[in-house]
């Protein structure tokens, strides 16, 4: 993909476009959520409700399984990891200009972060490889948020 030479000329969808490319090089798995209502055939569709991030991506990770006193006597604990993934939302913005949230879209962060989730905004190609790691960083730490 080319990105503009300049950051003035960055517009949300190269933004977005990046951050698909990075999660798909990385093997992170996402869905990219379309919000708001469209048109269709004389009908109205709605789709995600406005105000939800651009995506859901899911973050993978492992962490060693600890003996626990809870555990009956006897128990053997092998060396082993447990899988787990955390779920983030991604909003994506641009890197200048009209890069703030939307009322709506301020909502919804506000309440993800209430209930304890992960809300990331993106507003360069750079921001995505902070919050979320490479995949073989994620294997053995904890991911972020």
Same mark, same amino acid.
Do not use: C
């Given at each position: 993909?080319?990105? =503009?030479?300049?950051?003035?000329?960055?517009?949300? *969808? /190269?933004?977005?476009?990046?951050?698909? &490319?990075?999660?798909?090089?990385?093997?992170?798995?996402?869905? $990219?959520?379309?919000?708001?209502?469209?048109?269709?055939?004389?009908?109205?569709?709605?789709?995600?409700?406005?105000?939800? =991030? &651009?995506?859901?991506?899911?973050i993978?990770?492992?962490?060693?399984?600890?003996?626990?006193?809870?555990?009956?006597?006897?128990t053997?604990?092998?060396?082993?990891?447990?899988?787990?993934?955390?779920i983030?939302?991604?909003?994506?913005?641009? =890197?200048?200009?009209?890069? &703030?949230? *939307?009322?709506?879209?301020?909502? !919804?962060?506000?309440? *993800?972060?209430?209930?304890?989730?992960?809300?990331?905004?993106? $507003? *360069?190609?750079?921001?995505?490889? !902070? !919050?979320?790691?490479?995949?073989?960083?994620?294997? !053995? /730490?904890?991911?972020?948020?």
């Open positions: 993909m080319r990105r =503009p030479a300049r950051l003035e000329h960055v517009k949300e *969808s /190269h933004v977005l476009q990046a951050v698909k &490319d990075y999660l798909d090089a990385e093997g992170i798995r996402y869905v $990219r959520i379309q919000a708001g209502r469209l048109e269709r055939k004389g009908y109205w569709l709605q789709m995600a409700n406005p105000g939800t =991030p &651009d995506l859901v991506v899911e993978p990770g492992r962490r060693p399984v600890r003996p626990s006193s809870a555990m009956p006597k006897g053997t604990v092998l060396p082993l990891a447990t899988t787990y993934a955390r983030a939302w991604i909003e994506t913005k641009r =890197p200048t200009g009209k890069a &703030d949230l *939307s009322p709506m879209q301020q909502a !919804f962060r506000k309440q *993800s972060l209430a209930n304890l989730g992960l809300h990331y905004v993106i $507003r *360069s190609p750079e921001d995505i490889r !902070f !919050f979320i790691p490479p995949k073989r960083e994620l294997d !053995f /730490h904890e991911p972020l948020g």
